[in-house]
């Protein structure tokens, strides 16, 4: 257990460290801001992770990093003469000299010669047995790096994992879906060049020493459209709040060259809905002739149903003839239509396991109703 | 050593850091990389700058973000149009383009002849790209004006602390450039101490009531403003001036909601599910 596996259990974690990064931590270690663990926890926090949103994830790489076994505080102390043997032989030209790659080299090279020593000795620090996601079984209680209270703070900070709630899978608020909506955006600049530009032309005519020089710009606006579909059949009424979250905001944003949004009630069939009464409906054959293709799409739904609706029209269901197209079709109609397309769903990934969800899964690409999932999901709107 | 002498900061009179807050200017500071302190609104994010500042007794610049600040407002502006005004009216010599430079807080920082310390404040309040415009700038610490043919580099780096609301997410590649720290809200225990130094004699029942209704209210998810700091300290005023009886605070008997709720559907809220007043 070197502290470099410290660094791969960040990156594996998905806390993206750059070696950039990892080095601002060597320089604490040499400027002797780092003496032991709970310096290593606190600092290396704020060197290597820069959203509060991953705090929590640091938290669990932290705590698998000092109980994967090893005496770490050991290995701390060897790293630390080292660095002091480097700014004495070499003073105050060690970092400049050296430079930052060859310094990480050497040391990583110390760090490995020294595992090999170790390894016949009864001090083994070995990496046996050791998964980040701790399945091997391998106990992991804190009580092997015991013996000293240096690392207790750091230890029970990370334990308590007090920033749970910011991470980003499990956080649902206002400020972050739009930020994440924002993200939706196309700018172009529209129209023709017709809007004077007051700054550019008082430069232009004073650089000109006062000749005027009039200077034209196009507007530049956000040129996506969204459209926006949303179940609100009974197995949604559980997901109201996030969905309802969700829409005001895209509403409330302004942000989009043209916003529009119907309801449809448990599957696509013929007709949408304008409230959520489904009261004023409205052939879905209109969607295909007041959109064009450009607009995106963003259908939100739990996808649970029995195949029989979904496999089915909705004159089948409701008054048992048989006509018209079934719910799949209509959802595969809208796909091919619309060059642009996501599912976002609100219920737990496990759920999706489910016979519709799979299917309209395979004609939508599908993310959850979280965060990062309408990130994805509008990663993707905007590769299609 | 090489970073020895760097100056350390531990607070000042005026103002109460965290360790961990402490800790965090003073890796910055030995590290000469610009410290993004990120947190709520009311947790001190603007005064630590000043306290640093004063503590440490350098030059303080502060540059405040608005939703249309340029990188290059940091920098310098060409006033062409007072070039203009002195050429038809020969107020002025004007072949001398450098008395038309006028210098924005980044380049004032630069050129300060000690150390400074530079605030950017509330940097998520502009474009989305706005940070990753300073990049170059933060990096090397310095620009250059192609109107004089001048350079300007930074005679000490300044120490630049950033503040954010998190509007928007900063971008990564100017986040790896900085040391972060968030700070959170406060908890019971800190909060209390807060308290008690803004009202030394208040009401211990009072107190201990009041603030287990405040976080009771700042639970509740629907809230589109959760109270902060400063309106539980206005509304531990208004029960202090009031001499409310601590033993009837409740959610169900909200004294002064609106001091505590800033929006009319908050507190349409409250009174629909909660309260009764």
């Not at chain 1, 430069?203 to 200077?215: D, L, P, Q, S, Y």
């Not at chain 1, 949604?236 to 979250?245: P, W, Y």
């Not at chain 1, 448990?266 to 007041?290: A, G, H, Q, S």
């Not at chain 2, 509007?167 to 450039?177: G, I, T, V």
Request: aromatic share 12%.
């Amino acid at each position: 257990m070197t502290i470099l596996s410290f660094f791969y259990l960040l990156r594996q974690y998905g806390i993206k460290v750059t070696t950039k990064e990892w080095l601002d931590l060597y320089k604490l270690l040499a400027i002797g801001e780092i003496k032991n663990l709970d310096d290593l926890y606190f600092k290396g926090k704020k060197v290597l992770v820069k959203s509060e949103k991953l705090y929590d994830i640091y938290d669990k790489a932290y705590l698998d990093f000092v109980t994967a076994g090893g005496d770490l505080n050991e290995r701390l102390e060897e790293i630390l003469s080292f660095m002091e043997e480097g700014l004495k032989s070499n003073e105050s030209i060690f970092f400049e000299k050296l430079g930052i790659d060859e310094i990480l080299n050497r040391l990583t090279e110390r760090l490995l010669n020294q595992k090999d020593r170790h390894s016949g000795g009864g001090r083994h620090i070995g990496q046996k047995g050791y998964s980040p996601f701790g399945n091997a079984g391998a106990k992991r209680d804190g009580v092997r790096i015991g013996g000293d209270s240096h690392h207790n703070a750091a230890f029970m900070v990370a334990t308590q994992r007090k920033f749970k709630n910011l991470r980003e899978d499990v956080f649902l608020d206002a400020r972050n879906i739009g930020i994440a909506l924002k993200k939706l955006r196309n700018f172009q600049n529209v129209g023709r060049e017709e809007e004077v530009d007051i700054d550019a032309t008082i430069t232009k005519t004073a650089e000109n020493f006062g000749e005027i020089e009039i200077v034209f710009t196009k507007e530049r606006k956000n040129n996506v459209k969204l459209l926006l579909l949303i179940d609100n059949g009974g197995s949604m009424e559980i997901h109201q709040d996030r969905v309802e979250k969700l829409f005001s905001i895209a509403k409330g944003l302004n942000y989009f060259k043209e916003f529009k949004h119907y309801y449809f009630h448990n599957c696509l069939y013929d007709f949408v809905y304008e409230d959520m009464e489904n009261e004023r409906k409205i052939p879905t054959e209109r969607l295909f002739k007041d959109f064009n293709a450009e607009w995106k799409v963003i259908l939100i739904g739990d996808a649970l149903m029995s195949p029989y609706e979904l496999h089915n029209s909705w004159q089948m269901i409701y008054r048992y003839e048989k006509k018209g197209k079934t719910g799949i079709e209509w959802l595969r109609l809208l796909k091919n239509y619309f060059r642009s397309s996501v599912w976002l769903n609100p219920i737990s990934y496990i759920q999706w396991q489910h016979q519709t969800v799979m299917a309209i899964g395979k004609i939508f690409p599908m993310f959850p109703l979280t965060v990062s999932g309408i990130e994805e999901a509008i990663k993707q709107l905007l590769k299609q | 050593m090489i970073f020895e002498g760097k100056p350390k900061f531990k607070g000042s009179s005026d103002y109460v850091a965290s360790p961990e807050l402490i800790e965090s200017v003073n890796i910055s500071l030995a590290l000469e990389k610009p410290l993004v302190i990120k947190g709520e609104p009311g947790t001190g994010k603007t005064m630590l700058a000043q306290s640093i500042a004063k503590s440490l007794d350098m030059p303080f610049f502060v540059w405040n973000i608005k939703s249309t600040t340029k990188a290059k407002d940091g920098l310098y502006f060409y006033d062409t149009v007072q070039r203009l005004n002195d050429a038809r009216f020969h107020d002025r010599d004007i072949s001398n383009i450098k008395q038309y430079i006028k210098f924005g807080k980044l380049a004032l920082a630069f050129m300060s002849e000690k150390r400074a310390v530079l605030l950017i404040d509330e940097i998520d309040k502009a474009d989305i790209e706005f940070p990753n415009d300073l990049l170059n700038e933060l990096d090397e610490m310095s620009f250059y004006i192609p109107e004089t043919n001048e350079t300007i580099k930074a005679k000490h780096r300044p120490q630049v602390i950033i503040t954010s609301n998190s509007e928007k997410d900063l971008p990564d590649a100017f986040l790896r450039r900085c040391v972060f720290h968030y700070i959170a809200f406060p908890d019971y225990e800190i909060m209390k101490e807060i308290v008690e130094v803004h009202f030394p004699d208040i009401h211990k029942e009072l107190l201990e009531n009041a603030l287990t209704l405040f976080y009771q209210i700042r639970k509740i998810d629907e809230l589109k403003k959760k109270p902060s700091t400063s309106e539980l300290l206005d509304w531990i005023r208004v029960l202090m001036i009031s001499a409310y009886d601590g033993k009837k605070l409740s959610i169900k008997n909200l004294p002064f909601p609106g001091t505590l709720l800033k929006k009319e559907q908050d507190l349409d809220y409250i009174k629909k599910y909660y309260a009764h007043f």
